[in-house]
């Protein structure tokens, strides 16, 4: 069972970047996907969620409208597009996977309804 989040980097602020979670060894079509995010220092917080059939989705305010979540289930991904990024977006971001069924709402924001979760990928945003 495994989580792959890739894609991060360096950015210059108002820049954009794709990041992609990669899964394997479970049905991944089953799961809800949720991005999350850890700055230096700071706790890890909710960022956005998919539900498995990704006919919904869920994002934190912060990232209201410059964010976008997806997932392509016949390739077993999720990917997540960061637009107009910010300086305060610079973090180790991570995604989970987690078996709640239905719409993606405020509960996909916890990170205990997540079982999965892989390593991170950096993004830093220079002003």
């Known amino acids: 069972v495994q989580l792959q989040a890739s894609g991060g980097g360096l950015v210059q602020a108002g820049g954009s970047l794709r990041l992609s979670c990669a899964a394997s060894?479970?049905?991944?079509?089953?799961?809800?996907v949720g991005w999350f995010r850890q700055a230096p220092g700071k706790e890890r917080e909710f960022v956005a969620a998919i539900n498995w059939s990704a006919t919904s989705t869920y994002y934190a305010d912060s990232v209201k409208g410059r964010f976008t979540v997806s997932r392509d289930n016949a390739k077993n991904m999720a990917f997540l597009q960061m637009n107009s990024l910010k300086p305060e977006d610079t973090a180790v971001y991570f995604c989970a996977a987690s078996n709640l069924r239905g719409p993606a709402s405020q509960v996909m924001g916890i990170m205990s309804v997540y079982e999965k979760w892989g390593q991170g990928t950096q993004v830093t945003v220079s002003s």
């Open positions: 060894g479970f049905f991944f079509s089953n799961y809800a």
